[in-house]
């Protein structure tokens, strides 16, 4: 529920602190946001952008998340983790698959996770009890006090270093996780997902270097896995290719494919600091 984490959130129009008043939070200039019955509270008080994540998208990342595919990148980010945070910031939460393993690994912490879509929210609301949830889009500035958690999270998500900078602490890290040029590669070509930029991980190390950000280690992803057809089509529907195809166009696509069929998860976490 939001209220664990409420002391971490400023308010978006104003920049004060944000208190819980009754089903809302308020900060001292007045400016109030509703608490949802799901437990996650809305900060962007606006339309969504048409790249937040629809509800199909949402239930198939949860779909396949909670199948243990992904579980090999769960395991290097949880060894990336510092073992002392307590203070924890996921941007671009989706379901919050991977806060609530980090939390099951930390008892003592808690986490705020932020994702655009209210479809995401309303699922990562109800995947740890030490996790709260806001809407906030990562690409702007953060609904973050300053120097406010000791460790962000960023997996296969987008992101704002600037902002990063701000609201961690000056010995906090920044664990991020992004693919690997052959990450599903298997499905690429077949079910028309898009690629992977060659030098992806060079201009992520570039733009984080602004705000004084240095990689300290980094652990390699790379296991070949058999996949059925659902787990295609559920790593299909919930990425972007979900905004041009419907669901039945997808899955045709897929079933003239032989399955079961090995796919390739490649992935680098990279821990970062100051």
């Not at 909670?66 to 395991?75: F, K, L, P, T, W």
């Not at 671009?92 to 939390?103: D, E, F, K, W």
């Not at 070949?224 to 045709?252: C, K, S, Y």
Request: net charge neutral; with cysteine.
């Amino acid at each position: 529920m939001i209220g664990v984490v409420s002391d971490l959130l400023r308010c978006p129009r104003c920049g004060t602190e944000l208190e819980p008043a009754g089903r809302s939070l308020r900060c001292r200039a007045g400016h109030a946001f509703d608490v949802a019955r799901q437990g996650y509270v809305n900060l962007t008080q606006a339309a969504q952008p048409g790249h937040a994540d629809t509800a199909t998208m949402v239930a198939a990342r949860d779909a396949l998340l909670g199948s243990g595919r992904y579980d090999v990148v769960i395991e290097a980010v949880l060894s990336m983790v510092p073992s002392g945070s307590t203070d924890l910031l996921d941007v671009g939460t989706g379901t919050g698959h991977y806060p609530a393993a980090v939390l099951d690994s930390l008892p003592a912490a808690r986490c705020l996770g932020l994702d655009v879509s209210v479809a995401a929210c309303r699922r990562a609301a109800r995947a740890h009890p030490r996790l709260g949830v806001a809407t906030a889009d990562a690409w702007g500035q953060l609904p973050v006090a300053d120097a406010a958690v000791d460790a962000v999270l960023s997996v296969f998500a987008p992101r704002n270093p600037v902002e990063l900078a701000r609201v961690l602490r000056p010995d906090g890290s920044v664990i991020t996780v992004t693919p690997e040029p052959a990450h599903l590669i298997e499905l690429r070509g077949a079910l028309g997902l898009l690629g992977v930029e060659a030098d992806k991980q060079s201009r992520l190390a570039q733009s984080l270097s602004r705000p004084g950000f240095r990689a300290l280690e980094h652990q390699q992803v790379d296991e070949h896995q058999r996949w059925e057809l659902e787990d295609a089509v559920h790593a299909v529907l919930m990425g972007p290719n979900a905004f041009h195809h419907t669901e039945v166009e997808i899955r045709d696509r897929a079933a003239r494919l032989d399955w079961p069929r090995t796919v390739t998860i490649a992935a680098r976490v990279t821990r970062w600091g100051r």
